[in-house]
């Protein structure tokens, strides 16, 4: 997948057009009269997701991660933005953004890859990513993140029920924020703590349990882990 770009490769958002769009009074109400975020908290059963991550031999977080990023990708109202008049647009691909932990300073560092629908091919790329700046010291090892990204960050020490983000002036971020817990065992289930957080301007209760409930269904059935023969 690839995005529109300038000459410089600097992707370039889709203006929404607010005559016909059914959204624009709540996206008005929810940046400029009652701007609002909201965080939800749940536990998705990843029991089959953990017995074929065993078989494949990939890597957790990145299948994670690339679960995350296809749901994402699949609607519009989680790939949001502002264009540069400050109207609401859409980026084509909106690409993951996640944290890789230096172990020696404990710090971490943000890297980002390119979404790719072929799961392999992802893996690849991101496994190349984690290894390299495994020991980064600096916050953003790639240099600048590119605009077209929404984040992914990892707490595999802890599980919880729930996990909010109190972000200042955090009113012109739309793309969505996800955080991922430690699994939890119970009644013979491996369930995984995960928090998303949004901008009510750009998607509503209905939109974020629509995304819940497709990536359960992806780690429910996790035939996407097996490599091509």
Request: net charge negative; hydrophobic share 40%.
């Amino acid at each position: 997948m690839t995005e529109h770009t300038h000459d410089d490769h600097r992707p370039v958002s889709i203006p929404i057009p607010l005559d016909t769009w059914p959204r624009r009074e709540h996206f008005e109400h929810y940046r400029h009269t009652s701007p609002c975020t909201y965080a939800m908290t749940v536990e998705l059963d990843v029991t089959a997701f953990i017995e074929a991550l065993r078989e494949s031999g990939r890597k957790t977080y990145i299948a994670q991660i690339w679960a995350l990023a296809t749901v994402v990708n699949r609607h519009d109202a989680f790939k949001m933005c502002l264009t540069e008049d400050g109207n609401p647009g859409l980026w084509q691909v909106i690409n993951p953004a996640f944290t890789v932990l230096n172990r020696r300073t404990e710090t971490f560092a943000c890297v980002w890859a390119p979404y790719d629908s072929d799961f392999t091919a992802f893996h690849d790329v991101a496994a190349s990513l984690l290894e390299r700046h495994a020991d980064a010291t600096r916050f953003f090892p790639q240099g600048d993140l590119p605009a077209n990204v929404f984040d992914v960050s990892s707490i595999p020490w802890t599980s919880f029920t729930g996990f909010t983000l109190n972000i200042r002036d955090g009113w012109e971020h739309l793309a969505p924020i996800f955080t991922i817990g430690k699994y939890v065992e119970r009644d013979d289930r491996t369930l995984l703590p995960l928090s998303v957080q949004i901008h009510h301007a750009a998607a509503d209760g209905f939109h974020t349990a629509k995304l819940l409930n497709e990536l359960q269904d992806l780690l429910t059935h996790p035939d996407w882990l097996n490599r091509p023969e």
